[in-house]
């Protein structure tokens, strides 16, 4: 949350707007790096990223 805000902050506009426009950019970015570098890229990212990313964020299996 605290990285959309920054975004909505910056840019001037809504949390929807900032939410928007970050996950079309981080989705593209996804789909132009690739599945391996993505993983590995979200493997270092605090939870809550993945949908940023157009992917679904689930939790480990204990």
């Known amino acids: 949350p605290a990285f959309v805000e920054a975004v909505a902050r910056a840019l001037h506009t809504s949390l929807a707007c900032a939410r928007w426009d ?12 690739g599945g391996e570098l993505t993983d590995r890229l979200l493997g270092r990212l605090p939870r809550g990223y993945a949908l940023l ?4 964020d689930l939790a480990v299996a204990a």
């Open 53 to 56: 990313f157009g992917r679904a």
């Open 22 to 33: 970050v996950s079309s950019v981080l989705t593209a970015l996804a789909e132009a790096a």
